[in-house]
Antibody, heavy 117, light 107 residues
Framework: QVQLVESGGGVVQPGRSLRLSCAAS????????MHWVRQAPGKGLEWVAI????????YYADSVKGRFTISRDNSKRILYLQMNSLRAEDTAVYYC??????????WGQGILVTVSS | DIQMTQSPSSLSASVGDRVTITCRAS??????LAWFQQKAGKAPKSLIF???SLQNGVPSKFSGSGSETNFTLTISSLQPEDFATYFC?????????FGQGTRLEIK
C-alpha cells in the first residue's frame, strides 16, 4: 500500500534553512505529482507546493514563494522541500502527499518543524 | 486566489444523525473539489474527489455533491469514529486552497 514517510524536521532558528524529505513506496512514484501541505499548531491545513511527476512544473503558495523549493529524485523515490529564510510563522507539521494527479489521495504522517530562537 | 468558505465552523450532533457540511468557492471551480477527514493528532484522510467520487475504501455513508461554487459533504448515520474535523480543498486553480475546516463534535 502507499506509504509516505517524512523526515528532516526539528527546531531551527529564524533565518536558517532546513530540508525535508519524504520517502515514497507502494506506488510508481515517477508517475505522480506530489505535494507538501502544512498545518500550524491548532490551525487548519495550508497547501504549500506541488511538483509534477517529471519536475517540469512546480507551483507554490504565495506565503513560501521565493523561500521554499520543491524537488524530487525519481530514481530514489524521494520528495524534498528545501526551506530557506525560515520564519516563526513557518512553524507547522509538514505533510507529504501524493497527487492523483492533482487532488490528494494519500498523506504521510507529518513532521514537525519549529522555527524559534 | 480562490477562497474556500466552509460552514458551519463547528457542529454538534448525536450518534445516528445525518449531517451536512457546506463549502463555497469564491470563483467557479467546476467539480475540482475534494473532502478530507482529520482526527486529532493524525494526518488527514482523503474521502471524496471530483466533488462526488468516493475515494477507495471510504464507506458509502459519506457523499458529496455540488458544482461550480457550492458543494456539500453529507455524512449519514454518524458513528463515534466520524467525529473529527472535515476540510474541503479546491484544485481547479493554483494556488490550491483549503477551507478553514468544520469541527464535528458529539452532542
Amino acid at each position: 500500500q502507499v506509504q509516505l514517510v517524512e523526515s528532516g524536521g526539528g527546531v531551527v532558528q529564524p533565518g536558517r534553512s532546513l530540508r525535508l524529505s519524504c520517502a515514497a513506496s507502494g506506488f510508481t512514484f515517477s508517475n505522480y505529482g506530489m505535494h507538501w501541505v502544512r498545518q500550524a499548531p491548532g490551525k487548519g491545513l495550508e497547501w504549500v507546493a506541488i511538483i509534477s511527476h517529471d519536475e517540469s512544473n512546480k507551483y507554490y503558495a504565495d506565503s513560501v514563494k521565493g523561500r521554499f523549493t520543491i524537488s524530487r529524485d525519481n530514481s530514489k523515490r524521494i520528495l524534498y522541500l528545501q526551506m530557506n529564510s525560515l520564519r516563526a510563522e513557518d512553524t507547522a507539521v509538514y505533510y507529504c502527499a501524493k497527487g492523483a494527479p492533482v487532488y490528494i489521495d494519500h498523506w504521510g504522517q507529518g513532521i514537525l518543524v519549529t522555527v524559534s530562537s | 486566489d480562490i477562497q474556500m468558505t466552509q460552514s458551519p465552523s463547528s457542529l454538534s450532533a448525536s450518534v445516528g444523525d445525518r449531517v451536512t457540511i457546506t463549502c463555497r468557492a469564491s470563483q467557479v471551480i467546476d467539480n475540482y473539489l475534494a473532502w478530507f477527514q482529520q482526527k486529532a493528532g493524525k494526518a488527514p484522510k482523503s474521502l471524496i474527489f471530483a466533488a462526488s467520487s468516493l475515494q477507495n475504501g471510504v464507506p458509502s455513508k459519506f457523499s458529496g455533491s455540488g458544482s461550480e461554487t457550492n458543494f456539500t459533504l453529507t455524512i449519514s448515520s454518524l458513528q463515534p469514529e466520524d467525529f473529527a474535523t472535515y476540510f474541503c480543498l479546491q484544485y481547479n486553480t493554483y494556488p490550491i486552497t483549503f477551507g478553514q475546516g468544520t469541527r464535528l463534535e458529539i452532542k
